[in-house]
């Protein structure tokens, strides 16, 4: 069983930065597709930026070139730095696990576990 939690959302103005943390608890280690996903008030959640247990990355491209996500060693820290931040990436921000294997597309597909999310409100 996989548990995660964030932290290190805030307020910030626009050109600022954040650094969104997510600590992944679980019973045995596995191979792990990871995201951070965010949803804005009356839009649709949205995928931000995927990781898996082997370090590939992808970016949806709102975001290419500005945030980066990253996990440690032991992928039990999942980590989204955001840079350059915009009014527009104001949301509550989630990051989210699921089972990975080598068929999978870890920028597609549902994640079956999710924390309970943090708040970027970025201010003009």
């Known amino acids: 069983q996989v548990q995660l939690a964030e932290s290190g959302g805030g307020s910030v103005q626009a050109g600022g930065s954040l650094r969104l943390s997510c600590k992944i608890s679980?019973?045995?280690?596995?191979?792990?597709?990871m995201g951070w996903f965010r949803q804005a008030p009356g839009k649709e959640r949205e995928g931000v930026a995927w990781?898996?247990?082997?370090?590939?990355?992808n970016y949806a491209d709102s975001v290419r070139g500005r945030f980066v996500v990253s996990a440690d060693s032991e992928k039990n820290n999942l980590y989204l730095q955001m840079n350059d931040l915009k009014p527009e990436d104001t949301a509550m921000y989630y990051c989210?696990?699921?089972?990975?294997?080598?068929?999978?597309?870890?920028?597609?597909?549902?994640?079956?576990?999710w924390g309970q999310g943090t708040q970027v409100t970025v201010s003009s």
């Open positions: 679980r019973d045995f280690y596995e191979s792990l597709c």
């Open positions: 990781i898996d247990s082997y370090d590939t990355t």
């Open positions: 989210a696990a699921d089972s990975w294997s080598w068929s999978r597309d870890c920028a597609r597909g549902d994640y079956g576990t």
